[in-house]
C-alpha cells in the first residue's frame, strides 16, 4: 500500500522559514510527478509547486521567489523549503504524487500538514 507522509508543519512568525518533507512508502516502482497543494479555510485546493523527476519545477505566482521545491529520488522524497513566510500562506499544506506501485499508477496524497503564520 502506498502512503505519502507529511512532516515539517507549524507555527511561523512572518518572515520566517519553515522546511516540509513528504516520504512515499510501500511497493513502489517509480515516482513521476510530485508536488505540493494547500488550502486555506473557505478556499479551494491550490497548487503551490510542482516537480518532474528530472527537475523541472513550476510555482504559483504568489511563491516564486519565496518557496523552492526539491526532491531525493533515492529516499522517495520531495521538500517544500518556504520563506519569508506571510500571514496569507496560512492552509494545510499537502503533498501530490503520481506514483507507479504493486497496484498500478496512481495519484495519491498526504494527510496534510498545518503552516500557522502569525505574530
Known amino acids: 500500500q502506498v502512503q505519502l507522509v507529511e512532516s515539517g508543519g507549524g507555527l511561523v512568525q512572518p518572515g520566517g522559514s519553515l522546511r516540509l518533507s513528504c516520504a512515499a512508502s510501500g511497493s513502489i516502482f517509480s515516482i513521476n510527478a510530485m508536488g505540493w497543494y494547500r488550502q486555506a479555510p473557505g478556499k479551494q485546493r491550490e497548487l503551490v509547486a510542482h516537480?518532474?523527476?528530472?527537475?523541472?519545477?513550476n510555482y504559483a505566482d504568489s511563491v516564486k521567489g519565496r518557496f523552492t521545491i526539491s526532491r531525493d529520488n533515492a529516499k522517495r522524497t520531495v521538500y517544500l523549503q518556504m520563506n519569508t513566510l506571510k500571514p496569507e500562506d496560512t492552509a494545510v499544506y499537502y503533498c501530490n504524487a503520481d506514483i507507479w506501485g504493486r497496484d498500478g499508477v496512481g495519484n495519491y496524497w498526504g494527510q496534510g500538514t498545518q503552516v500557522t503564520v502569525a505574530s
Open positions: 516537480i518532474m523527476t528530472g527537475g523541472p519545477t
